[in-house]
């Protein structure tokens, strides 16, 4: 028989999920308003950032409301630590993403210093990697979470590949300076978003197996085990 409050983990789960939601849609809707070069799309990005903080700190009472008052045996304190520290690093994905549409407006002013390739497949990989951290938590998946801690490589290998390239515009071309550097912004948010993604992973592996794999070879080795 369940016991009278798992209603209460089960709101806590939601809430988690729905934060993921909002922050995978605003990545998403970041990087279309660069590419169309949407200013109101830009716009609705920046106000979506205010659902992500009230879910964060809803998460935060209700964790810290259900230690002090459930005693939670040691499966459950998992998940309300995993979850706490998990809505943390889904606020600062929306935080990410805001800083991307913040950059919209400059960008938008001038033409591009080229076609828009190598950031909308970063954020691919990102987003399908918050995407499948999310699903971990709900279906308690270790194996997945490790292949998406692997994943954060390509991020980062496209990240300096770019950087590499915009530095070369820059000396090249230094009227194309502003807009490079603001491209760099944009690759490195990308970036930290997928870290972020590659967190809330660790933490799902923590979740399912009580396994803290943070800093190891495992979540950067493939053949690591």
């Known amino acids: 028989m369940k016991r009278f409050f798992d209603t209460e983990l089960e709101t806590f789960r939601s809430n988690l999920v729905m ?81 991307i549409v913040r ?30 951290a999310m699903d971990c938590f709900l279906q308690i998946d270790a194996e997945k979470a490790l292949l998406i801690c692997q994943r954060d490589k390509e991020v980062d290998d496209l990240n300096r590949q770019l950087y590499r390239e915009l530095s070369s515009y820059m000396i090249e071309r230094p009227e194309t300076t502003s807009r490079a550097l603001e491209l760099m912004f944009i690759s490195k948010s990308i970036e930290r978003i997928a870290d972020h993604a590659t967190n809330i992973a660790e933490e799902m592996i923590y979740l399912a197996k009580g396994e803290d794999v943070r800093h190891t070879e495992q979540t950067r080795n493939p053949d690591a085990g």
């Open 103 to 132: 950059r919209v407006a400059r960008l938008s002013a001038e033409p591009p210093i080229k076609p828009y390739v190598d950031l909308p497949r970063m954020a691919t990989i990102a987003i399908q990697m918050l995407r499948d």
């Open 19 to 99: 934060m993921g939601e909002i922050a995978v849609r605003q990545v998403r809707d970041a990087m279309k308003a660069l590419i169309e070069s949407d200013l109101s799309l830009a716009d609705q990005v920046a106000a979506a950032d205010d659902e992500l903080d009230q879910l964060e700190i809803k998460i935060d009472e209700e964790a810290i409301r259900y230690m002090s008052l459930r005693s939670p045996v040691a499966t459950e304190l998992r998940l309300v630590v995993v979850g706490m520290k998990a809505s943390h690093d889904l606020e600062r994905v929306g935080d990410e993403a805001t800083n």
